[in-house]
């Protein structure tokens, strides 16, 4: 696998000692298991036609990210839905 030099850094500090991985507050591993247990409650299916390039660069996005592209878009959507996500528009 290739490293950028950014990621070569970070694994450099990480080996190095100087940096460690955090550990998660109690709160933060709920918030976690809450968002995995939900993502296996969706009940309703729902097709939508998206422009070619629009599709291609969510693909782009959830690779980038090691998700499947269904699910960034429907995360994306939750997140419009819960105010998280806001349109320019205000």
Same mark, same amino acid.
């Given at each position: ?75 994306? *959507?939750?997140?419009? *839905? ?9």
């Amino acid at each position: 696998m290739k490293f950028d030099q950014e990621e070569k850094e970070i694994l450099e500090a990480y080996d190095s000692g100087q940096m460690k991985l955090s550990k998660f507050s109690n709160e933060e591993l709920e918030a976690i298991k809450s968002a995995a247990s939900n993502t296996f409650k969706k009940d309703k299916r729902v097709t939508i036609r998206l422009y070619e390039h629009d599709l291609a660069g969510i693909q782009k996005k959830a690779l980038q990210m090691g998700i499947p592209y269904q699910t960034l878009i429907s995360g994306i *959507i939750h997140r419009y *839905i819960e105010g998280d996500l806001t349109s320019k528009n205000g």
